[in-house]
């Protein structure tokens, strides 16, 4: 199955699903992994072969193709249509890499905790700090303008920090199949 087949398409409950938002909800996950741990494409193409998955993602050029795919990033140079197969390679990769960062997934959450206790704002905290700022530069570099901008940004970056929580679980995968097919339900 294509998930680029129009916009919509027809889930397992009869429900419809906008397929455009699975695909953006795959690459702003990556972009939150890479906005708090650093990571590149280098550390996504370990994963794929760590996890036997470079029929599906084998290069820098097809990372970046399949990550193009989201309809929030900038040009359409490199748009492809993404199929089922590949959009399971990410969210293996992507709780994969979730799983291998936890500690300081954990870590970044504890902060927010013990920030949201003393009403202080993320941004006073370095870890959190450095994480929203890399992770608004990112957005901005790549998303085209029509998306997230400001403070809702910053909320958008710290929603993904708790997927991120539970997506390095041991049933992560699972969790975010589920997510992006329940985030992903369009209105009637």
Do not use: C
């Amino acid at each position: 199955m294509v998930l680029d087949e129009g916009l919509r398409s027809v889930g397992p409950g009869g429900d419809a699903i906008d397929l455009d938002n699975i695909k953006t909800q795959l690459d702003l996950v990556l972009l939150a992994l890479e906005a708090l741990t650093g990571l590149g494409s280098e550390a996504i193409l370990q994963a794929a072969s760590e996890l036997k998955l470079v029929d599906f993602v084998s290069d820098r050029v097809g990372l970046w193709r399949l990550r193009q795919s989201n309809p929030l990033r900038r040009g359409s140079g490199g748009r492809k249509k993404l199929d089922i197969e590949e959009a399971r390679s990410l969210v293996l990769i992507s709780t994969h890499l979730a799983r291998n960062h936890q500690t300081q997934i954990r870590q970044a959450i504890e902060h927010w905790e013990t920030l949201e206790k003393d009403a202080r704002s993320p941004q006073q905290d370095p870890l959190l700090g450095d994480y929203l700022d890399a992770f608004t530069g990112l957005y901005q570099e790549r998303m085209s303008h029509q998306g997230v901008v400001g403070e809702d940004l910053s909320e958008l970056a710290l929603s993904l920090l708790i997927d991120l929580l539970f997506y390095s679980s041991p049933q992560g995968s699972r969790r975010m199949w589920l997510a992006l097919l329940d985030r992903t339900q369009a209105q009637i």
